[in-house]
């Protein structure tokens, strides 16, 4: 990949997203934006890529970047609901360009990477919050449903966050976020798949910190509890529920800190995952949690 890439903002996917253009129409879309529409400073500290901004927390996290003054690119698969993002951000102190993007398209990643970056004119916070999470029934094993949450929680954020790595690597700064869960932090037997896709992620994330720590790069791992969100709205029941809005302040709140590698978001369920996690598996696996 060639070394001269930019700040670019992730977009947060959910299952209901419908699919989305090639990456020429993606390319025709930029096209029309006015030239040097965004032309931040080389190392501004104020340049963000959300993955799968959309709807949800990453939506959340776009708005309130480009409130604050941020350049953000914006990437999900609902072009729609990009564009609407984009529109409450015009004439605002921040703004905000959007790539319409399936996180499946491993191939287009490379150069999609490499336009958003060269957009922005450099990257400083990247926050990994696509994900999917479908409704399984407590008897249903479907391979399908399984595979598309390996895909999208965990293929794709891989294939995203590499190239990220490498980039903040060589610039020797940068902040990469990925959104877990809460779910990874023990086997439930309500979403097996899901859980195991959030606790890869974490690892995955945690061998990055360890790995880029020398080269300055800050490396956070978010583990909500329940948000309400549209990829949660088919659960029945949310436990101690917090708005996007309001899990979206926090994730950036410690993005920026130093405090935190790895935090529960609200705090308040890191004391619940401590709880859980003392169970022993006998009578874990007798519960419903």
Do not use: C
């Amino acid at each position: 990949m060639p070394g001269a890439l930019t700040a670019v903002g992730f977009v947060t996917m959910t299952e209901s997203e419908a699919q989305v253009p090639s990456r020429d129409a993606a390319a025709e879309s930029r096209a029309t934006r006015p030239e040097g529409a965004l032309a931040p400073a080389a190392g501004s500290g104020r340049r963000a890529l959300i993955v799968g901004a959309s709807s949800g927390m990453g939506a959340s996290m776009v708005r309130q970047l480009a409130r604050e003054g941020y350049a953000v690119a914006a990437v999900a698969r609902r072009e729609e609901l990009l564009d609407a993002l984009a529109a409450e951000a015009d004439g605002g102190p921040g703004s905000v360009l959007t790539y319409a993007h399936d996180v499946n398209a491993i191939d287009e990643i490379p150069g999609l990477f490499e336009t958003i970056i060269k957009d922005l004119g450099g990257l400083d916070l990247y926050v990994y919050a696509a994900g999917v999470m479908p409704d399984v029934e407590p008897e249903e094993y479907d391979t399908e449903k399984d595979l598309l949450m390996v895909d999208v929680n965990l293929g794709g954020a891989i294939a995203w966050t590499n190239p990220v790595a490498r980039y903040f690597h060589s610039q020797r700064s940068g902040t990469i976020v990925g959104i877990g869960s809460i779910a990874g932090d023990r086997g439930r037997k309500g979403a097996p798949v899901y859980g195991a896709t959030k606790a890869a992620f974490a690892t995955y994330l945690e061998s990055l910190r360890n790995r880029l720590a020398e080269r300055a790069v800050r490396v956070v791992t978010i583990k909500p509890g329940m948000v309400e969100t549209p990829m949660t709205e088919h659960l029945d029941k949310l436990v101690m529920p917090v708005s996007a809005e309001r899990a979206a302040k926090e994730i950036l709140k410690v993005s920026r800190g130093r405090l935190w590698n790895v935090r529960h978001v609200p705090l308040r369920w890191l004391g619940v995952s401590l709880v859980i996690r003392s169970i022993p598996s006998l009578l874990f696996r007798r519960t419903s949690i």
